[in-house]
């Protein structure tokens, strides 16, 4: 049995599909092959939020699980749309790691260092409105492309290609992908989350099945579906499934669409859940944020929780200061 592994072509897709598929084989002792996946996202310009949100990378390969193109997904959890897709099963969460923003200046400036109307790309309305909410003299540019595309306009980055334009004093990205590609040394400033609240599920993969195939489905318990569901099991992280569950359902409850001015940030602590989230408005002139913690330690207390800070933001206000619906 080989397992088929989809992913989006991009160089930080095939480095956490490849990391993953290698300990899906290694665990489940069956060979694997990756299967590249052209997604919307990765063929149309333009903002993220005009195309339509995150969902552009996932529904291809979505589509490819139900077509029997490939057995497996892997994705970056922030790029999953809330709603539930017929079919399909979020198999596992693999321990998360680093969930922090980062700014990637020039001459290796930090946030507060940078000068008055610094150029500061970010492709998401949440990292611009907090940017704004703390340093509103920026001039904050919405900008596209991969990672290694983006690093290209900051000038002197370590590993910048020749002949990159270098147009932007910074950007800001996730340390997660930058970890995974190797590329932390471009790194100025590591964002923490009192000044800059990650997008729900950020720093986490999720791996995606067919849901007869998942750990508990319907299928067979033995054969390759059953070799495949216990790797599937084996690989999740049970913390990191409450923190994004509780994460995720802010953003459900909020009725938010994946480019909605929304951070949020869970994390175990003993024997308590402790969530915290934010709504900006895009222009950072206003901003809710809201936190709460439950010893309800699992999937619906995890959910419940979400649901109740979401709740306490729209009490504040949310929903007039931001546009929830933004796709």
Do not use: W
Not at 14 to 38: C, H, K, M, N
Not at 141 to 160: A, E, F, K, S
Not at 213 to 222: L, R, S
């Amino acid at each position: 049995m080989t397992v088929r592994i989809g992913t989006r072509a991009s160089k930080l897709a095939l480095t956490q599909t490849q990391q993953t598929a290698d300990q899906l084989s290694a665990v489940g002792g069956f060979p694997v092959e990756l299967v590249r996946i052209t997604t919307e996202g990765d063929v149309k310009t333009g903002s993220l939020s005009q195309m339509g949100g995150t969902g552009v990378f996932v529904a291809a390969l979505r589509d490819a699980l139900l077509q029997n193109t490939c057995d497996v997904a892997v994705h970056s959890l922030k790029d999953l749309p809330t709603g539930a897709a017929l079919g399909l099963t979020i198999a596992a969460t693999p321990k998360r790691v680093d969930v922090r923003d980062v700014l990637c200046a020039r001459d290796g400036l930090k946030l507060a260092d940078l000068p008055q109307g610094a150029k500061v790309g970010t492709g998401s309305p949440r990292r611009a409105a907090q940017l704004r909410a703390v340093r509103p003299d920026l001039d904050v540019q919405d900008i596209r492309g991969n990672v290694d595309t983006r690093l290209g306009r900051v000038p002197g980055l370590p590993g910048n290609a020749p002949g990159a334009p270098g147009d932007l004093d910074a950007v800001v990205l996730a340390a997660a992908g930058l970890e995974r590609i190797s590329r932390l040394d471009v790194v100025s400033e590591f964002l923490e989350t009192d000044v800059m609240l990650p997008a729900p599920g950020q720093g986490s993969l999720a791996i995606e099945c067919r849901t007869a195939d998942a750990p508990g489905g319907a299928g067979p318990a033995g054969g390759s579906q059953g070799v495949l569901a216990q790797a599937l099991a084996a690989l999740n992280d049970d913390d990191t499934r409450l923190a994004v569950t509780a994460e995720r359902a802010v953003l459900a409850r909020l009725e938010a669409g994946c480019a909605a001015p929304v951070g949020a940030f869970a994390y175990r602590k003993g024997s308590m859940l402790y969530l915290e989230a934010v709504v900006c408005a895009v222009d950072g002139t206003k901003t809710v944020r809201e936190k709460k913690a439950t010893d309800g330690l699992t999937e619906i207390g995890a959910t419940l929780l979400g649901i109740e800070v979401a709740e306490l933001l729209l009490a504040a206000g949310a929903a007039e200061i931001a546009d929830l619906a933004a796709s």
